[in-house]
């Protein structure tokens, strides 16, 4: 049996297994009720008294009876007393819908994880809020086609409790199949959303652009976890891209290959070393000052030279040299003592 969580042992007993199963319900779409009683340490009669004290605060929670039965947390008619009142939880969705759109490097899993548990409870007169203002809202545009935040959060939720679901996929040459899959993570790349997942019809793993998946429907079913790390997850992302990027370049750094793609991990993606001791890194972008911005992530004593059409090597000797005449401006600024 589980012990309290800390942050709830100063609380009466009471009441710290009743906010205890309250972080349970939310943590998973459904929980087999003795399941809840052995992780509460608990009868399961104790689960059903505290299942309905939830009840009384405004929470909606279904149960399943029977031997097998259980409980899920749903959407009430009404906002479960999170201290939050209607105009703060909009704000707060809006911004974790946000937060997630943009990409934020490691943060947008946990945006988009904390969307999907918050827009499980939101009433549906504030979620129609949550979408009006979102609209309205400008962000980074994706680069493929428009996702909705509700099927972000329904794939999310999927990931979540690794429960199968199927939809109507369509590809990039315009063919479309039905698939039946199980989430592993969502991963944003080059302003798109990819689902990593197992496709059963094909035994393997498939990559999919969110933006090209339509009908989503869930099976109920649960699987086994399957084992896939966060790099290689990201890897896949980065070899489903289908981008063409406007201009291209190499990089040439004195790194060994090993330890180049040690430092990069995904990023090095079609990284190859040149001899035993230099890499050849390819970077682009859609215009010369974005295609640079790779070059910042070279490590700090690391020499390179690039190697480029001469329309770049020009742009990148003339904005090297205004960037360093502004520091060494600013630095005989610093240097000079005050009168």
């Known amino acids: 049996m589980s012990a309290l969580p800390p942050n ?6 009471s009441t710290a297994r009743t906010l205890s199963l309250l972080t349970l319900l939310q943590a998973h779409r459904w929980w087999p009720g003795e399941e809840l009683a052995d992780r509460l340490g608990v009868t399961t009669r104790s689960v059903r008294r505290r299942v309905d004290a939830l009840r ?4 909606e929670i279904e149960s399943t009876p029977g031997l097998g039965g259980g409980y899920r947390l749903a959407a009430g008619t009404r906002m479960p007393p999170l201290l939050l009142t209607d105009d703060e939880a909009v704000t707060v969705a809006v911004g ?3 937060a997630a759109a943009t990409g934020i490097v490691d943060g947008e899993s946990t945006a988009l994880s904390a969307l999907a548990k918050f827009e499980q409870v939101l009433p549906p007169a504030l979620r129609e809020r949550v979408n009006a203002l979102g609209r309205s809202i400008g962000s980074r545009p994706p680069r493929g086609g428009p996702v909705p935040s509700e099927l972000l959060g329904a794939l999310a939720l999927a990931c979540r409790d690794h429960e199968r679901v199927r939809f109507a996929y369509t590809a990039a040459n315009g063919v479309e199949t039905r698939r039946l899959v199980e989430p592993h993570s969502l991963v944003s790349g080059d302003r798109k959303w990819f689902l990593i997942a197992w496709d059963l019809d094909r035994a393997a793993w498939r990559t999919f652009r969110a933006d090209r998946i339509a009908d989503l429907l869930g ?8 084992e896939l790390s966060p790099e290689e997850a990201a890897e896949f992302a980065l070899a489903a891209s289908d981008r063409k990027v406007a201009e291209n370049a190499t990089a040439i750094m004195a790194m060994p290959f090993e330890d180049m793609r ?9 990284a190859s070393p040149v001899d035993g001791a230099r890499t050849a890194w390819p970077f682009g972008g859609d215009d010369h000052p974005t ?5 910042a992530w070279i490590p700090a004593g690391v020499s390179y030279e690039v190697q480029a059409d001469r329309a770049y090597l020009e742009f990148l000797h003339d904005h090297a040299s205004r960037m360093l005449a502004a520091a060494e401006a600013s ?9």
């Open 291 to 295: 295609m640079t911005t790779a070059l």
């Open 56 to 59: 009384e605060l405004g929470y």
């Open 219 to 226: 099976t109920g079913v649960r699987a086994e976890p399957r």
């Open 262 to 270: 040690a430092h990069f991990g995904p990023w090095a993606q079609n």
């Open 96 to 98: 974790l819908r946000v």
């Open 331 to 339: 630095l005989a600024h610093l240097n000079t003592p005050a009168t």
């Open 8 to 13: 709830l042992s100063g609380m009466g007993e």
